[in-house]
């Protein structure tokens, strides 16, 4: 298994990014912040981009300001997914949905997830930190991965640098026992790291040629695998507490998504 923190990759900026044109990107939480300017870069880029959030109003409100952003969106298709990944349902509806309105989807971009929330439960039952953030996505990428094109098609997984804090007791999954929602996001985080790598080990395991790829500013990592369809495992490391706004941030999502790096 490569080290997170080497990846060969430098000074890299949204202007290496490919013509995009016929590739589509559903990006989880895309209505607002990273996700958001990860959708915009994408975009400019000729992207197709799905923005796919729990609620609607926010989400209309979001793929009109992408699309009203004129000259620096290009020629692709901007759409948009009800999806919310604290309820299992609805996760399979969207999966279900995805599967008839879109085609082969280039890059699943797991960028939502909520943070130090107080203690409550997924529609589920599951603590909504580790229930949103990990199991969520955890589902959404399983059902969409037949979707994934099967010969450069990409997984961004985003973590944080939290991780590092994050200890998962399997006596006390669901934190029913003294719940601390700093702890919960940092374990979920973590879970959403060792997602990445796992499905990162999984490809390797079975014959896929890797690599590994530092983001500018030191805040992402991905492994790409390849297995037929590449798996670009991303693990980013963001530091929203650190002062780094969400156009900086986006940089690392578009990179491991889009490419133009590798």
Known sequence: MPHLTESGITNWTPERLPDLSGRRFIIT?????????????????????VIACRNEAKGKRALEKLVNAGANVGAGRCDLLVLDLADMASIRAASAEASKRFGAVHALINNAGVMQTPKSTTADGFELQLGTNHLGHFLWTALMMPQVDQDAGRVVTVSSIMHKFGRINFDNLMMERGYNANLS??????????????????????????????????????????QGRQSAVQ???????????????????ANGAGGGGD
């Open 235 to 253: 693990a980013g490391l963001h530091r929203f507490k650190c002062g780094v706004r969400a156009g900086r941030g986006a940089r690392g999502l």
């Open 29 to 49: 939480g895309g209505n607002s912040g990273i996700g958001f300017e990860a959708a915009h870069l994408l975009a400019a880029r000729n992207a197709d981009v």
């Open 185 to 226: 996001y940092n374990r979920s985080k973590l879970a959403n790291l060792m997602f990445a790598l796992e499905l990162h080990r999984r490809l390797e395991a079975v014959g896929s040629a890797h690599q590994i790829h530092r983001l500018p500013s030191r805040l992402f990592r991905h492994a790409v695998a390849k």
